[in-house]
Each structure stands twice: as structure tokens, then as C-alpha cells.
T-cell receptor
Framework: DAGVTQSPTHLIKTRGQQVTLRCSPK?????VSWYQQALGQGPQFIFQ???????QRGNFPDRFSGHQFPNYSSELNVNALLLGDSALYLC?????????????FGSGTQLSVL | SQQGEEDPQALSIQEGENATMNCSYK?????LQWYRQNSGRGLVHLIL?????REKHSGRLRVTLDTSKKSSSLLITASRAADTASYFC???????????FGTGTSLTVIP
């Protein structure tokens, strides 16, 4: 049973470029959340997708957008990259059923913006 | 600002000793969770405690929750070198969907 998989593992971009990160949730999970973790900080919630719609959003600008596909996989897109977007991007999946609040995380995508 | 804040920021102990780390949060919660992260990779869920629970055990882990003080503690007994990691508390601020993580406690267990 595969866990949460993220791709790519590392990415280097320059300011102003656009990036797409991908996530496949754990088998049986229907909800995907994205987090940004800066060096030395805790993960910060970007947004959550359920039933192919953004269900909740954290305090991130519109440059951050996402998508969820019918197979529950998800993409995170960041436009007009800034140096401050350099971080570890974590995808977490969960099951929306009652009481299922545990998050399963992927290993993350390390994004460096030069 | 983040909902949960852990202290201490860093903790160094000898193998076999107990490690205690604390978490404070700001608003009402449905549940509080503790996660572990090794070397900046993905987080691993350790334990979940609901707002109507006061203490929970899982193996060498003991978690307490005091909703009146808006605080929780994680105790790792008989620590091992493999416990070296960063530990985060996460709260849902009552929403059930958006989880707030603290800045974490970096634990080093010296063999």
C-alpha cells in the first residue's frame, strides 16, 4: 500500500518563473492538503482540496493555486516565484470521514528560488 | 500567527532519559496531534488526543491535554538515539480541516 508520494523531490527555479508540484494521496484517502515549511519553522497551511474543490485556504496569495483530479491526486501551482517561496512543500492526505483527522505526509518537494 | 507553540525550542538528553516537550495554543480545539519530522522530510503522525480527553498513551509516548490552560505535553520515556527528530504539535482551531503547527522542538538523543 503506497503512502503519499510527491514529485519532484527537488526543484530549482529562478524568480518570476512558475512551478507545479504533484501529489498522490495514500490509497483510500480523498482529501489533500498542502503545507509550506520554511527552514526552521513549522508547516503552514496553504489550502485543502476535497471533491475536486478548494475547501479551505490559509493566508497565502493568489499566486498559489491548486487542483484536485478525479483520482484524488493534486497539484500545487505557484506563479511569479519570489525568493521567499523557497521552502519545503509538503502534501498531506486524509480521509474526510467522521473522526478521521490524522494526516499522512509525503516526503516533500524542496523548492529553491534563485 | 501559528496556533501552536512548542517549548523548549531545542532539547538534548542522554539515551535512556525521558524527554518532555510542551505545546501551547490560542483558541478552542477539537483535537490536538503530535507529529515527528526527521531531517526536514515528511512528518509522521504520533498521537491524537481529543479535547474531552486528558491523557493518552501509545507505547513510550504519553500525551496530556489541559484545555483550561490551552496546553499539552508530550513525554517520551526511555529515549533512544532514533528518537532524534523535530516534534510538532498541531491543532485544528475547531475547524477540523486546517491544522496549525507550531515551530517545533528539536530533540537530540545522545547515545
Amino acid at each position: 500500500d503506497a503512502g503519499v508520494t510527491q514529485s519532484p523531490t527537488h526543484l530549482i527555479k529562478t524568480r518570476g518563473q512558475q512551478v507545479t508540484l504533484r501529489c498522490s494521496p495514500k490509497s483510500g484517502h480523498d482529501t489533500v492538503s498542502w503545507y509550506q515549511q520554511a527552514l526552521g519553522q513549522g508547516p503552514q497551511f496553504i489550502f485543502q482540496y476535497y471533491e475536486e474543490e478548494e475547501r479551505q485556504r490559509g493566508n497565502f496569495p493568489d499566486r498559489f493555486s491548486g487542483h484536485q483530479f478525479p483520482n484524488y491526486s493534486s497539484e500545487l501551482n505557484v506563479n511569479a516565484l519570489l525568493l521567499g517561496d523557497s521552502a519545503l512543500y509538503l502534501c498531506a492526505s486524509s480521509f474526510a470521514g467522521r473522526g478521521h483527522k490524522k494526516l499522512f505526509f509525503g516526503s516533500g518537494t524542496q523548492l529553491s528560488v534563485l | 500567527s501559528q496556533q501552536g507553540e512548542e517549548d523548549p525550542q531545542a532539547l538534548s538528553i542522554q539515551e535512556g532519559e525521558n524527554a518532555t516537550m510542551n505545546c501551547s495554543y490560542k483558541t478552542s480545539i477539537n483535537n490536538l496531534q503530535w507529529y515527528r519530522q526527521n531531517s526536514g522530510r515528511g512528518l509522521v503522525h504520533l498521537i491524537l488526543i481529543r479535547s474531552n480527553e486528558r491523557e493518552k498513551h501509545s507505547g513510550r509516548l504519553r500525551v496530556t491535554l489541559d484545555t483550561s490552560k490551552k496546553s499539552s505535553s508530550l513525554l517520551i520515556t526511555a529515549s533512544r538515539a532514533a528518537d532524534t527528530a523535530s516534534y510538532f504539535c498541531a491543532t485544528d482551531a475547531g475547524t477540523g480541516n486546517q491544522f496549525y503547527f507550531g515551530t517545533g522542538t528539536s530533540l537530540t538523543v545522545i547515545p
